[in-house]
């Protein structure tokens, strides 16, 4: 069965320092879909960052940036020059086959940017 | 361009009661699905529609279900609601509702049963 696993329930990082939150993931499926999310306070899950499993190169948006080690199944999330409204909950999830954009989410990382 | 809507924002409910949440897509996607959230949890799925059709059902006993309008606009019913029913249910759009897509999602619908 498909798993998404963050081990980091929260982490805490200095403003405009850079900050990587883990994500592994478990499935047997060839193609799939890795994504970030973050949600705020308010509770709306706000899309980050994708990367296929087919893609070679690492995706980046922005700040944002998926170190994408196939191998090892995971893909975690890089978070340049941290900014306080950064502070939020950050759920990695993944999709499987291609007939459905089903989401399996893992149980997410709180993180606190200080000033 | 307009985001993904949802009505209500918050409803209060008592056990047994039936629950209507509803639903507005990002203008030109097809695929809606529906997310369960409870507090400290990721969210769960609960079902997918494609072209009004269902596509993808998660493990939700019958109480929950849904449809998918000619506009592409979805509904989540749930009946004999209980206390475990509570919780924040987002709703999510994309355009093909394939596994590349990215599925953006709305503000969410806040529900409490008492």
């Known amino acids: 069965a498909q798993k998404i696993t963050q081990t980091q329930p929260g982490m805490f990082v200095q403003e405009k320092e850079a900050v990587t939150l883990d994500c592994t993931y478990d499935?047997?499926?060839?193609?799939?879909?890795l994504f970030w999310y973050k949600q705020p306070s308010s509770g709306e899950m706000i899309f980050l960052i994708y990367q296929g499993s087919y893609d070679e190169q690492n995706a980046t948006e922005g700040r944002y940036s998926l170190n994408f080690q196939k191998a090892r199944k995971s893909a975690n999330l890089v978070i340049s020059a941290s900014q306080l409204g950064d502070s939020a909950m950050y759920f990695c999830a993944m999709t499987r086959g291609a007939n459905t954009d089903k989401l399996i989410f893992g149980t997410g990382t709180r993180l606190q940017v200080f000033p | 361009d307009a985001g993904v809507t949802q009505s209500p924002t918050h409803l209060i409910k008592t056990r047994g009661q039936h629950v209507t949440l509803r639903c507005s897509p990002i203008?030109?996607?097809?695929?809606v699905s529906w997310y369960q959230q409870v507090l400290g949890q990721g969210p769960q799925f609960i079902f997918q529609y494609y072209e009004k059709e269902e596509r993808g059902r998660g493990n939700f006993p019958d109480r929950f279900s849904a449809r998918q309008f000619p506009n592409y606009s979805s509904e989540l019913n749930v009946n004999a609601l209980l206390l475990g029913d509570s919780a924040l249910y987002l709703c999510?759009?994309?355009?093909?509702?394939?596994?590349?897509?990215?599925?953006?999602f709305g503000p969410g619908t806040r529900l409490t049963v008492l």
């Open positions: 203008s030109g996607h097809k695929s």
């Open positions: 499935t047997s499926d060839q193609s799939y879909g």
């Open positions: 999510a759009s994309s355009f093909s509702g394939i596994s590349t897509d990215t599925q953006y």
